[in-house]
């Protein structure tokens, strides 16, 4: 079995650390978009153009599931832990 | 030697094993879903906006609607009114230069209810300092985001009329 992955991890310790904040980052920063869209749909469907609404409703969505896409590479240091443990349990 | 034995745990450890510090606890893991979650609600939020603009237009009238005589307002002066089957309130105003405007008495920023200054040809809300332009319900100054809504004013033997803007009338 390949040792690649531990390797890594002993030369670059603060990989999730990073990687964890960059996907926060990007979180607020979807989130900020779509208080945007939110409030620019408003805004405009008062006014009585409601063209923008469905767009802006589009948008919002894909910005939401591009969000969620992202939870899958939020780093868990403690899964393989909590694996491991579960493993002994059951056996 | 025989080693002593380990103290055994406390009911309250048994029952209560999370420890205050470690259930209060948010980890970054937990803040990221978080923030998805919210994002989540932003979308739902979108949606309703749109589906509320689909479903529940808001209301409009159909052909003209008899507000008042000419004489019941001096110039410099406003009359509030209804249109039958709405709640929303409008006022009717006479401006210096003899001219007259209907406005939606609502302020958009928070809805507060707005009154004409005469002596400025300004609407001003009092809640927080907004100004309209009486001319046109366009915004002067302060927060509200958008115009006043306004309606047609029709003058027609001595009676006052207001219809829907042709713009916005439903075919």
Known sequence: ?91 | MKAAPLPEKSAADVDFPIERVEAEHVSRREFAKFLCLVSGGMAVGSGWVAVKEKLFPPFRFQGEFLVCKTSDVPVGGTHPFTVAGSKIPFILIHLNDGSWRAYEQKCTHLSCAVYYQPDNGKIECPCHHGYFDAHNGNVLQGPPPRPLPHLDVVVRGGEIYVSEPAHETLS
């Open chain 1, 1 to 91: 079995m390949s040792h690649f992955r531990e390797a890594q991890n002993q030369a670059h310790p603060g990989k999730t650390n990073t990687l964890t904040l960059g996907i926060i980052c990007v979180l607020i920063l979807i989130l900020t978009m779509q208080i945007w869209l939110l409030t620019a749909a408003l805004n405009t469907a008062l006014e009585g153009n409601e063209g923008i609404t469905w767009p802006a409703f589009a948008a919002s969505v894909l910005l939401f599931l591009s969000g969620a896409a992202l939870l899958r590479y939020l780093p868990d240091p403690l899964r393989r832990a909590r694996r491991q443990s579960r493993s002994k349990q059951t056996l």
